[in-house]
């Protein structure tokens, strides 16, 4: 009996020993764990601030090439580089795309984008059409004082959306009557979306139709330098912005295996930035023939 005893407490001994050792053990793989959450934390917070900016790159990154154009106007006052057009191509394509989500649901931010964007238009056109009537002011009033004609005879023909004058389309002589315009197509394309709403092959049209107009973004102020067989008075740092954003958004389509319309018509608008900067070079290196007064006159009126 006294031989058993020790070798029963021995054998007590043992499982207390073994407990000793799945505890360090579990201990020391703990150390590790605790680590790998920390970093784990750093990675999260790091990840959330780079969501951060790109949220914030994505809602104002394309208000931002707009910048540099929207202050040579102010400095220069002359808007005859700059095409309105760009302004109607952005306001219909995020009009479209806004309904679109009526439809097809998509992430706020491109709706915050879609927002903003129509709201810096509205600012282009704004600025775009005060310059404009105020150059044409003054034309007029150098004509009618190199012919001794009094200041009061000065009058400038007002051109009116209300005219429904298609010879003067989008070349109007109030910004208020661009907000008729923006604000009449804003309830056609509305009602027209909640009649149709339910059909999803008129969603998914509307859907292409607010991607493939943006991607025609730059065909306007393409139109406007060969018009004009000049670039002057257009920001070279929108047209490089416009290529760099163009790129990426590309490139980021074709990575995500995003639907063949969005990759296309990213491609498409990178297309249109290279002949514009194929224009700068093309027109600096062989100047044309600079048109007349009277020409050029008419040509920015269209072209505006």
Not at 69 to 79: E, F, K, L, P, S
Not at 135 to 147: D, H
Not at 177 to 194: H, K, P
Not at 265 to 289: E, H, M, N, W
């Amino acid at each position: 009996m006294f031989h058993r005893f020790p070798h029963s407490q021995r054998h007590h001994q043992e499982p207390e020993e073994g407990k000793r050792l799945i505890v360090s053990g579990t201990a020391s793989q703990q150390e590790p764990s605790m680590e790998d959450e920390l970093f784990e934390q750093v990675v999260s917070v790091f990840g959330t601030l780079v969501s951060w900016v790109a949220a914030g790159a994505m809602v104002f990154g394309g208000v931002v090439p707009y910048i540099p154009q929207y202050r040579d106007i102010r400095r220069t006052q002359n808007a005859e580089g700059f095409s309105t057009y760009v302004c109607l191509v952005l306001l219909v394509a995020n009009i479209l795309r806004i309904l679109f989500r009526f439809g097809h649901y998509f992430e706020t931010l491109l709706l915050w984008q879609s927002i903003i964007m129509i709201g810096t238009m509205l600012v282009m056109l704004n600025l775009c059409t005060d310059v404009r009537v105020a150059a044409e002011l003054n034309t007029k009033r150098r004509s009618f004082l190199a012919t001794d004609s009094k200041d009061e005879e000065i009058r400038i023909p007002k051109r009116l959306f209300l005219d429904f004058d298609w010879n003067y389309f989008w070349s109007w002589s109030r910004f208020v009557d661009y907000m008729q315009c923006v604000l009449a197509f804003t309830l056609v394309a509305a009602y027209i979306t909640y009649l149709l709403l339910d059909s999803a092959l008129f969603v998914e049209t509307l859907g292409f139709l607010a991607v493939f107009t943006e991607a025609m973004l730059g065909t306007p102020q393409l139109y406007c330098n060969y018009q004009n067989k000049s670039t002057e008075g257009m920001s070279i740092k929108m047209v490089l912005m416009w290529t760099s954003g163009d790129t990426f958004k590309t490139g980021y389509f074709l990575l995500t295996q995003a639907p063949v319309q969005f990759w296309t018509c990213g491609l498409l608008q990178v297309f249109v930035d290279v002949a514009i900067l194929f224009q700068v070079y093309y027109y600096s290196r062989y100047p044309q023939k600079p048109a007349s007064h009277s020409t050029s006159h008419t040509t920015s009126a269209k072209a505006l």
